[in-house]
């Protein structure tokens, strides 16, 4: 089946630095994958939607220059929280789109638990 | 514009007795709905989907969900709880023919299992 992984599973970072996740899909070609952040006992909130070899999508609300999403590849899309605060702290869930199965379901990864101290 | 409500964010239950997890959902055409599930510290796992065929849809481990538009829900049901039934559910919708995107989110269901 369609497998999508994270990196890293679970990251502490300081305030003030940068931290990067990376999105990977294994065994398929996503041109597109999304990123959800996900509070403490909270549903998945769409962050923005990333198009391969474009600049991501934006959800209302979501700081693009905070949280840049690179999708260089067909299996790669990177989102990179700049100058983190602890308010950033929070579950980050990334999902993808079969570029073969584009009406199909979303394959969803297992999610990076980010801390800031 | 598309939303989806789960009426229950917890639910308990005893191992061996049937599990409902409620879901209704507002959309302005016939929508595609999913279940997924969602263990601790875990991304998320597709229980089961409907895409406009049968109405009533089996899933994995167990679970199944009717589709009645009627009343515009989508409840996920199973007949015994096991113990490993223990997370976080979430019903989802989204346009028809188009799970690709377009992903609503409902508030999600914390299904506690009891010994």
């Known amino acids: 089946g369609a497998v999508v992984s994270q990196h890293p599973s679970r990251v502490i970072c300081k305030s003030g630095t940068s931290v990067k996740i990376e999105c990977r899909s294994l065994d398929f070609q996503a041109t597109t994958m999304f990123w959800y952040r996900q509070f403490p006992k909270q549903s998945l909130m769409l962050m923005a939607t990333?198009?391969?070899?474009?600049?991501?999508?934006?959800e209302q609300g979501v700081e693009k220059d905070k949280f840049l999403i690179n999708h260089a590849s067909l299996t790669l899309s990177t989102l990179t929280v700049t100058s983190a605060h602890p308010e950033d702290s929070s579950f980050y869930i990334c999902?993808?789109?079969?570029?073969?199965?584009?009406?199909?379901?979303?394959?969803f990864g297992p999610g990076t638990r980010l801390t800031v101290l | 514009a598309q939303s989806v409500t789960q009426l229950d964010s917890h639910v308990s239950v005893s191992e061996g007795t049937p599990v409902l997890l409620r879901c209704n959902y507002s959309?302005?055409?016939?929508?595609?709905l999913f279940w997924y599930v969602q263990h601790p510290n875990k991304g998320l796992q597709l229980l089961l989907k409907?895409?406009?065929?049968?109405?009533l849809v089996k899933g994995i481990n167990g679970f199944e969900a009717e589709f009645k538009k009627s009343e515009t829900s989508f409840h996920l049901t199973k007949p015994s709880a096991h113990m490993s039934d223990a997370a976080e559910y979430f019903c989802v919708v989204t346009p028809p023919g188009n799970a690709g995107n377009m992903l609503t989110f409902g508030g999600g269901t914390r299904l506690m299992v009891k010994p």
């Open positions: 409907y895409t406009s065929a049968a109405t």
């Open positions: 990333s198009n391969e070899g474009s600049k991501a999508t934006y």
């Open positions: 959309s302005s055409y016939s929508p595609s």
């Open positions: 999902s993808a789109r079969d570029k073969d199965r584009p009406t199909d379901t979303q394959y």
